[in-house]
């Protein structure tokens, strides 16, 4: 086992992904969003697709199992359950469209839907029609297809509740809930698909204690009365993350 670690500690470009994990636990520390914005760009740099996600799963995934409890009583289970079950549609899709990429137009994806989403946030959009429920199905449908594909499910799920009159807690908690659920179905999928190797798993258990330490230190850090400096801080580290991961770069 120690000879495993030591191969993952050599991977080509861990430095780079240990930049990448702390620099996404900060801003998720901060700001509550917007770790997979950060972390992707730079793991696709070095990384496989198929790894890319495999990491992220073990980096992303582990991390919110201490406050899903919580997440369930503060949140609403059931409407949750209906943005899984529009998942469970686009996931499977999402994996295949992931199999056929090339590395380059993995990359090339994955920074150019970060930077639509990132202005999507900064402008401040809002849908402001009716939430009905095939809505919601269907918006989960286009994060579990996203988050299969390029590994980014948050955005249009916060776009949706955004859009909801509920107390924060309540869309936090549902917000958590539904992630960490996405999480656990991406996982099945991609061990039913056989995805799942040792050494993408090893890679992601040797950045999960960076990343969650920087969690740790961006909540602390964090102060409620400057957080529109916070959230801009975010936005730069994620715009920065998605241009530098563009594969242009490369030839320079």
Known sequence: MGTAIAQALATDGFLLLAIGSVLSG?????????SAMVYLPFAARVLDPVWVLVT?????????VPAVPRAIRDGQPRDVLRLCAG????APIGLAVLLAMEPDIFRYAVSGIAMVLLALLISGFRYRGR???????????ISGFASSSVGIPGPPVILLYMARPLPVATIRANILLYLFLLELLLAVLFFVKGLVTIEPLLIGLCLLPLYAAAIVIGSVIFDPEHEAVYRWVAYAVIAGSAVSGLPAWDAI
């Open 131 to 141: 939430l009905s429920r095939p809505l919601v199905y269907g918006t989960g449908a």
């Open 56 to 64: 992220l799963l073990v980096i992303d995934g582990l991390g919110p």
């Open 87 to 90: 998942a469970l549609v686009g």
């Open 26 to 34: 900060l801003v998720r520390g901060f700001s509550g969003f917007g």
